[in-house]
């Protein structure tokens, strides 16, 4: 009976590190390093032993030890499936089995890896672990208990939605605090999807990160003196939070079990998975959900989840991402009362609607003052041609009145008194035609006077 091999052994291997130097993010050589772990204990074989360049055999043997490779892989993944490993897991593991096994120049052929895929594998794109998507209320009361490194590390990835690696592998040069909402660089070599990115963080999350970073280069001092050997942590001195994913999670856990988040998942057969519902992904969980509720493509772009086409043809400036960012945060505010994006947009587009109308108010505003303009010059020049006419009316009407009075003076200097005083009393026909004379001296008297009047009114 074969002495069971010890992991040590495994993860000394040549092979092991050889495949492992091919890669520079931490959390990928961690992946690989697990996955090829658990399958040479499964097997237990040591992987130098296992590794055999199979151009070098005769065509039998190759068949031989490819149908070997082969059996070992499909008897790993059978393992997983009773096991009740999730979809997503057994395909992880099996695709870090697979890199493997190509690096070193073995290739299993394509038919065997497309059977395999199509037992039970599925996609692997499920997962058993259903997590539990914190509200703000959630976050308000875990993050009560938090350190300031912790409440600097968590408010930034609720708000930007960050992976948990990629704020680990954040460097002080990778963020700008100069702006309101705080530039932040996702390097190419430390993203998952190997795609440079840029996010944003709020407010909250700037004002925690700045108090984490007065006491900053102190912690790190005191942790690097408290540690030592491959626990110590060289390269942390240029990062902003210098501090291991896994101590990053465990700090996370601790905070779910401090504020009463206690639940787990339990499934799996031997219940080996026991991880909080409430994970550290479910952060990126509640970034995704709460700023789709403005616009779910923007929520993708700074989550870094572009297709290659979106890398091509869809990049936004920073002024834009500044614009766009500061309408969607209110969704994302944990400790400070934001203000609803909803009633900022109604209030903006209120604005707007104001602004057009205070312009039309103040157009017809115009063109009513116009309009007085006019009339005013209209009413001057009426008022003009009265004055003239009147003018004219009354020296019709004096020659009027002198030429009736000479007619009067006329007639009584042609006319002697008594005679006239006779003629006046006897006959009728005289008295009658002096009374026309005065009556129509009178009307004119009368005329002139309202014509006076109605000037005087006017």
């Given at each position: 009976?074969?002495?069971?091999?010890?992991?040590?052994q495994?993860l000394?291997?040549?092979?092991?590190?050889?495949?492992?130097?091919?890669?520079?993010?931490?959390e990928?050589?961690?992946?690989?390093?697990?996955?090829?772990?658990?399958?040479?204990?499964?097997?237990?074989?040591?992987?130098?032993?296992?590794?055999?360049?199979?151009?070098?055999?005769?065509?039998?043997?190759?068949?031989?030890?490819?149908?070997?490779?082969?059996?070992?892989?499909?008897?790993?993944?059978?393992?997983?499936?009773?096991?009740?490993?999730?979809?997503?897991?057994?395909?992880?593991?099996?695709?870090?089995?697979?890199?493997?096994?190509?690096?070193?120049?073995?290739d299993?052929?394509?038919?065997?890896?497309?059977?395999?895929?199509?037992?039970?594998?599925?996609?692997?794109?499920?997962?058993?672990?259903?997590?539990?998507?914190?509200?703000?209320?959630?976050?308000?009361k875990?993050?009560?208990?938090?350190?300031?490194?912790?409440?600097?590390?968590?408010?930034?990835?609720?708000?930007?939605?960050?992976?948990?690696?990629?704020?680990?592998?954040?460097?002080?040069?990778?963020?700008?605090l100069?702006?309101?909402?705080?530039?932040?660089?996702?390097?190419?070599?430390?993203a998952?999807?190997?795609?440079?990115?840029?996010?944003?963080?709020?407010?909250?999350?700037?004002?925690?990160?700045k108090?984490?970073?007065?006491?900053r280069?102190?912690?790190?001092?005191?942790?690097?003196?408290?540690?030592?050997?491959?626990?110590?942590?060289?390269?942390?001195?240029?990062?902003?939070?210098?501090?291991?994913?896994?101590?990053?999670?465990?700090?996370?856990?601790?905070?779910?079990?401090?504020?009463?988040?206690?639940?787990?998942?339990?499934?799996?057969?031997?219940?080996?998975?026991?991880?909080?519902?409430?994970?550290?992904?479910?952060?990126?969980?509640?970034?995704?959900?709460e700023?789709?509720?403005?616009?779910?493509?923007?929520?993708?772009?700074?989550?870094?989840?572009?297709?290659?086409?979106?890398?091509v043809?869809?990049?936004?400036?920073?002024?834009?991402?500044?614009?766009?960012?500061?309408?969607?945060?209110?969704?994302?505010?944990?400790?400070?009362?934001?203000?609803?994006?909803?009633?900022?947009?109604?209030?903006?587009?209120?604005?707007?609607?104001?602004?057009?109308k205070?312009?039309?108010?103040?157009?017809?505003?115009?063109?009513?003052?116009?309009?007085?303009?006019?009339?005013?010059?209209q009413?001057?020049?009426?008022?003009?041609?009265?004055?003239?006419?009147?003018?004219?009316?009354?020296?019709?009407?004096?020659?009027?009145?002198?030429?009736?009075?000479?007619?009067?003076q006329?007639?009584?200097?042609?006319?002697?008194?008594?005679?006239?005083?006779?003629?006046?009393?006897?006959?009728?026909?005289?008295?009658?035609?002096?009374?026309?004379?005065?009556?129509?001296?009178?009307?004119?008297?009368?005329?002139?006077?309202?014509?006076?009047?109605?000037?005087?009114?006017?």
């Open positions: 009976m074969n002495n069971k091999i010890d992991e040590t495994i000394e291997a040549d092979t092991v590190n050889d495949f492992l130097g091919e890669y520079n993010v931490k990928t050589i961690r992946s690989y390093k697990g996955a090829l772990k658990r399958y040479f204990t499964f097997i237990n074989v040591d992987p130098d032993k296992y590794v055999i360049d199979i151009r070098l055999l005769e065509k039998n043997k190759k068949i031989k030890v490819i149908d070997q490779y082969e059996k070992d892989i499909t008897n790993y993944k059978n393992y997983l499936l009773n096991e009740s490993y999730a979809p997503r897991s057994i395909h992880n593991e099996i695709s870090s089995i697979k890199l493997f096994l190509e690096h070193h120049r073995i299993l052929d394509k038919t065997f890896w497309n059977k395999l895929k199509k037992r039970g594998m599925g996609k692997g794109t499920g997962t058993i672990t259903d997590f539990k998507i914190p509200s703000s209320q959630d976050l308000k875990i993050l009560t208990h938090a350190t300031t490194r912790a409440r600097a590390m968590f408010l930034l990835q609720t708000s930007s939605g960050m992976r948990l690696g990629e704020i680990c592998a954040l460097k002080l040069s990778d963020i700008d100069g702006y309101k909402y705080p530039h932040i660089i996702i390097r190419y070599e430390t998952k999807t190997r795609v440079k990115g840029r996010t944003r963080c709020s407010p909250e999350a700037k004002t925690a990160i108090e984490w970073l007065k006491i280069d102190q912690s790190y001092k005191t942790a690097q003196n408290r540690t030592s050997g491959e626990y110590r942590n060289p390269d942390g001195k240029d990062r902003l939070f210098p501090i291991s994913v896994k101590m990053a999670r465990y700090t996370w856990n601790g905070l779910l079990e401090k504020s009463g988040f206690t639940e787990r998942d339990n499934s799996g057969k031997e219940k080996k998975n026991k991880r909080h519902l409430m994970a550290t992904h479910a952060n990126r969980k509640y970034f995704r959900s700023f789709s509720k403005y616009d779910n493509e923007l929520a993708k772009y700074l989550m870094n989840q572009r297709t290659p086409l979106d890398r043809y869809r990049d936004w400036s920073d002024e834009y991402l500044d614009k766009e960012y500061a309408k969607g945060v209110g969704y994302l505010l944990v400790f400070e009362k934001g203000e609803d994006p909803e009633q900022i947009e109604k209030f903006e587009k209120y604005k707007q609607d104001q602004g057009k205070e312009l039309e108010m103040g157009n017809k505003i115009l063109d009513l003052e116009k309009e007085v303009i006019t009339v005013r010059k009413y001057v020049q009426i008022e003009g041609n009265y004055r003239q006419l009147n003018g004219k009316m009354i020296g019709v009407e004096q020659k009027v009145k002198t030429f009736e009075s000479y007619q009067m006329d007639i009584l200097m042609d006319t002697d008194v008594d005679a006239f005083m006779h003629e006046f009393y006897n006959n009728p026909e005289f008295k009658e035609k002096i009374r026309k004379i005065l009556k129509g001296i009178k009307k004119k008297a009368e005329e002139g006077h309202k014509q006076q009047m109605c000037l005087k009114i006017a």
